[in-house]
């Protein structure tokens, strides 16, 4: 395979250059597990959790991620040798392997070698599986080898029914129900029944989609529109903005997270001057200079403004690639060490992340010392790892440039 960045000539060679570089990506994401698994083996002491976590930032990915992909490579090291050859061979790509690998969670440990080689067998045919044919495929080796394993894995999922919400990156907010196959489907009747009957009145313009939309909400909130629900929203805008002098984006920050980001001045300014007939209440933090106001407790405990002020200016977990809400709010410096309930010592994080904060080898060290400076923490991990982690700008500011700087001979620490 040619090394140069001179692109092909044909199309055909177009594609038959991008097939060889994706069974490259799947060599060298085999190697990636093979890694993986070496790291937690030399680190035997430690948690999943931190050695994840390691996994997470020489990867660039989130903490979560980071599990998540050891998990696999250590599956596919010790249980599946069929599939991670398979990887390696360039028959299935990363994200199809950590498929076959998560369903393996579920298959009994003396039963995995006989659905590694099932497994391996199919995947032997070249059969042309997408991601969900694949863990079909996969779930139905699973339960031919242990059918009440794979019923107690039912039973397991229905108790862990939840809802939850994402923000999307056009205003709209993703709601996600974890439910029984039952009941999803019993309320997604209820609703397109309804939406058909509503359709059919001479004044109605909707959509059947916007039709099912409005009723999911409307039975929720047990209002006819949302404008009839209370509110409470933390809008971090330049003073410019809100005066209509500038155009710069305000930042929502939710009071139960998850749903936040960015909205245009226009808007922020209608929100603020507007409310729904419930009253909307809302704070406003103006931005106006390089950082927000600092605040300070005499308490042991970030709670009140001062819980708040953190949250808003993190936003969401300050750990790098982690952009999990903000549950938890830490103090950098232990208060067991002297570590004062302050903002310059207080950082926003995720339930997971705040608890890797404390397993052994893992230290923060705040980098901030003055106010109008970027609130900085330096995190290093126990293989040596150092990532810096910048609270974001508020509204109105150019980021500075991330930069690698070398901080000891072949030590590059990334900043921004």
């Not at 994402?166 to 029944?193: F, K, N, P």
């Not at 809100?242 to 930042?251: F, K, N, V, W």
């Not at 920050?253 to 729904?276: Q, T």
Request: aromatic share 2%; net charge negative.
């Amino acid at each position: 395979m040619t090394t140069s960045d001179e692109l092909p000539a044909t199309a055909g060679e177009c594609v038959a250059m991008l097939e060889e570089l994706e069974a490259l990506k799947s060599h060298l994401a085999a190697r990636q597990a093979r890694l993986a698994a070496r790291l937690e083996d030399l680190q035997a002491d430690a948690s999943a959790r931190s050695v994840g976590a390691q996994v997470a930032l020489a990867r660039h990915e989130s903490p979560h991620r980071g599990a998540r992909l050891l998990a696999m490579a250590c599956t596919l090291v010790d249980d599946l040798p069929h599939v991670l050859a398979a990887l390696d061979d360039g028959l299935i790509n990363e994200h199809r392997a950590e498929i076959l690998a998560s369903e393996a969670e579920h298959v009994h440990s003396a039963l995995r070698p006989d659905y590694d080689t099932a497994l391996g067998e199919l995947l032997g045919t070249g059969a042309p599986l997408g991601d969900r044919a694949l863990r079909l495929a996969a779930q139905r080796i699973a339960m031919r080898l242990d059918d009440q394993a794979a019923a107690r894995r039912r039973e397991r999922a229905h108790r862990n029914r939840r809802v939850t919400s994402w923000r999307r990156e056009d205003g709209t907010t993703q709601i996600t129900a974890v439910v029984s196959d039952v009941h999803a489907a019993a309320i997604m009747q209820s609703l397109h029944q309804r939406a058909e009957a509503l359709k059919t009145q001479p004044d109605e313009d909707r959509s059947h989609s916007q039709i099912v939309a409005d009723l999911f909400v409307s039975r929720l909130t047990g209002q006819i529109t949302a404008t009839h629900t209370p509110v409470a929203l933390n809008i971090v805008i330049s003073a410019e903005a809100l005066l209509g002098d500038g155009d710069e984006p305000a930042e929502v920050v939710p009071i139960y997270g998850g749903a936040g980001g960015p909205i245009p001045a226009s808007v922020a300014r209608k929100l603020v001057c507007s409310a729904p007939e419930m009253g909307t209440r809302v704070r406003r933090l103006f931005a106006d200079t390089d950082q927000l106001v600092a605040m300070e407790s005499t308490s042991r405990t970030f709670d009140g403004l001062l819980r708040q002020f953190i949250t808003l200016r993190d936003r969401t977990c300050r750990t790098p690639w982690c952009n999990a809400p903000i549950r938890q709010h830490d103090h950098i410096t232990p208060d067991h060490q002297g570590g004062p309930t302050s903002i310059p010592n207080g950082q926003g994080l995720c339930t997971a992340c705040n608890q890797l904060k404390e397993e052994p080898g893992w230290h923060h060290r705040v980098l901030h010392h003055y106010d109008l400076d970027p609130h900085d923490v330096e995190i290093t991990s126990p293989a040596g790892q150092t990532v810096h982690s910048r609270a974001p700008d508020p509204p109105g500011l150019i980021p500075p440039e991330p930069t690698w700087t070398e901080e000891s001979p072949g030590h590059w620490v990334l900043s921004a």
